[in-house]
């Protein structure tokens, strides 16, 4: 203890009942403020921390409340001072302990009933808020200010902020999207230039609603420098709208191996899983197929194979239009890229050709009668099925792209597949009905490469141009595709990855209504084991939503540290207290009445729970680097 013990002492240990404490006030320490030294102090009140002397210990407790009594055991003087009459009571939870100038976290030994209890001077107020290990200064990053002691600044150590799962959450417009980029600008602008960072760091943001990329992609120089320097990023502007510009968007660079995912085309197609399902497998395994399709001649022998099927060994019930739409839907799935030929076929077919009979007989409307024997049924497959197809199509293997390629196993399967009776076709035309749409859509957003990879530190992906579905699969997509190689390569555990989402519960909400349920828990399942197995190869999660209680429960608990802005619903603050185990009391009750810009912060970062003020993204040479969300100045657009 000091010479100043005596203006400092607030009080005695009343009772004790575990981690709550009670502490009755002198009478002479009422008073707001105290000076000390030449300083002003400010005196107890909620919220802040007090200081209890055990012998040589000192615990630490923050002030959750505090209540007024009148004395009854003051004897009424005629001469009194009116605080001899007020019996003040704080109730203390206890937080940590102070032991060789640092704070530790977690409670080491209990006060005893009278016990002393002091203000924190302000070296041992810093203390409490020094969140950085020694020796750690040049690895740490600031990020604002306490929001009731404007002066105290808040610095965070890189190791305990970033090699974390973060969740940022709060109402829109409360600065949630500020304090994401608040937080990456910082980094990247500390470690950007770092050779090992460059190639260990890698920063994917998924961006729903085109906040963080370059509003008009084509005026200016190149993309604005939100986050950081378009230097060190890469945009993709990615669109579902067949009306877009090409030159406003750009395809996402993903590896060809993902078509031969059977999970991937089950989600795409929302394929079911009892019959859809296996009917994808065999597709993407018919080895027949496969082989089949990679040369000209093997593509001439399934369409003659296939045709001669149909119209001379018609099966029961059969379409007599069968080798018409085989035909429309193999032109259909090559778009008459690398098989053309197919629409001269049709109408060859469709004029020469009434119907078909089972049993090897044909109506031709040149003879006008029925096929009936062997030879004329071999004249005839050799006259209108081997010769002319050999006469009107022609093959070009080179232009058969993967994705193409993908199409017509399913379609060349599906034809088979019905004609054999090996499925029911009311069972998988659906799913073929939604193929093409689908792969038009994948063709729109995706580049299929093996080698071409996004080397930069930052890679923002818009979802903005979008449509509903496909912002559910394509964020799926990339975040499994670069899981799953980190986990591959990152053998010796150096490289970093962290996946940052925007909006979250647009992707993560264990509530929604438009999807399957398999669908559902493949998508919850991909993030939850991020979440819980990724910090084993170094891939951290960052999310930020508006909407914790949409959410998945068991994502949000997972999370290391918390940035809590602003929440009013109460599903959401309900949400935030059965999840978040690091919030005391008061910093809970501040979240619905919180000011812009201003956030709790709680988790492994910071010993305790905070309220802090983020600092402002200052411009450099004219440069903004803050997100493209401003809410609409209505007075200056109107005046």
């Known amino acids: 203890m000091n010479n100043y013990d005596h203006i400092l002492r607030v009080g005695r240990v009343k009772s004790v009942q575990g981690r709550r404490i009670n502490i009755l006030v002198d009478k002479r320490k009422n008073s707001s403020h105290i000076f000390l030294n030449g300083d002003v102090l400010k005196n107890i009140g909620v919220g802040s921390y007090i200081k209890i002397a055990k012998g040589f210990s000192e615990v630490i407790g923050k002030i959750e409340g505090e209540s007024l009594e009148d004395d009854q055991s003051i004897k009424r003087k005629e001469y009194f001072h009116s605080s001899d009459n007020i019996k003040r009571e704080l109730i203390v939870t206890l937080v940590g302990f102070i032991e060789n100038n640092k704070f530790y976290q977690g409670i080491k030994e209990l006060p005893l009933i009278d016990n002393e209890c002091y203000l924190l001077q302000r070296t041992e107020f810093d203390v409490i808020h020094k969140f950085i290990k020694d020796g750690e200064e040049n690895d740490a990053i600031r990020i604002g200010v306490l929001a009731n002691e404007t002066g105290v600044p808040i610095e965070l150590g890189i190791d305990n902020l970033f090699a974390s799962h973060i969740g940022i959450f709060g109402n829109t417009g409360s600065g949630k999207s500020y304090t994401l980029a608040k937080l990456y600008h910082e980094l990247l602008k500390k470690y950007k230039s ?45 669109s579902t709208d067949f009306r877009s510009s090409e030159n406003s968007f750009n395809k996402f660079p993903i590896s060809k191996s993902i078509l031969g995912d059977l999970n991937f085309w089950t989600i795409l197609l929302k394929a079911t899983e009892q019959t859809q399902r296996p009917f994808i497998h065999n597709a993407l395994n018919n080895n027949y197929l496969e082989n089949n399709l990679q040369s000209e001649d093997g593509i001439r022998s399934i369409l003659k194979k296939n045709i001669k099927s149909f119209l001379t060994e018609g099966k029961f019930n059969q379409d007599d239009k069968l080798h018409i739409s085989y035909l429309d839907d193999i032109n259909n799935a090559d778009e008459g890229r690398s098989i053309k030929g197919l629409d001269d076929l049709k109408r060859f077919y469709l004029k020469n050709l009434k119907s078909f009979i089972t049993n090897r007989a044909i109506t031709h409307t040149n003879i006008n009668s029925s096929l009936s ?168 999660l960052t999310i930020a939503s508006q909407r914790p209680f949409d959410i998945s429960t068991t994502i949000i608990s997972q999370l290391h540290n918390y940035f809590l802005h602003r929440l009013i619903n109460n599903k959401d603050i309900e949400a935030i207290e059965k999840t978040v185990s690091y919030l005391d009391k ?54």
Request: hydrophobic fraction near 35%; charge should be negative.
């Open 373 to 540: 024997s062997n030879d004329q049924v071999d004249q005839f497959i050799e006259e209108n099925i081997d010769k002319k197809i050999d006469e009107l199509v022609s093959v070009s293997i080179d232009n058969i792209d993967d994705l193409t390629l993908v199409h017509l196993k399913l379609t060349l399967n599906y034809y088979h597949s019905v004609y054999n009776g090996f499925v029911i076709k009311e069972h998988i035309s659906p799913l073929m009905g939604r193929l093409s749409s689908k792969i038009k859509e994948i063709s729109k957003v995706f580049e299929f490469s093996t080698s071409k990879t996004d080397s930069n530190l930052l890679t923002v992906i818009s979802l903005k141009d979008v449509n509903v579905e496909m912002k559910k699969v394509i964020p799926l997509i990339v975040v499994k595709e670069f899981y799953e190689k980190h986990k591959k390569e990152n053998v010796e555990r150096k490289k970093y990855l962290n996946i940052i989402v925007d909006e979250a519960h647009n992707i993560l909400s264990s509530t929604s209504n438009r999807e399957s349920e398999t669908w559902k828990d493949y998508r919850l399942e991909t993030f939850e084991e991020i979440i819980k197995e990724g910090r084993k190869f170094g891939v951290f």
């Open 586 to 639: 008061i910093s809970f009750e501040s979240i619905p009445i919180l000011p812009q810009g201003t956030c709790v912060l709680a988790g492994l970062a910071a010993q305790l729970p905070i309220l802090v003020k983020i600092d402002e993204l200052k411009e450099k040479d004219g440069v903004k680097y803050t997100p493209y969300n401003e809410t609409i100045k209505l007075s200056k657009h109107w005046k």
């Open 194 to 238: 770092n050779v090992n960072f460059k190639e260990n760091a890698k920063f994917i943001l998924i961006d729903f609603n085109g906040e963080y990329v370059d509003p008009k992609p084509n005026e200016g120089d190149g993309a604005p420098d939100i986050i950081v320097e378009s230097d060190f990023k890469s945009e993709y502007r990615l």
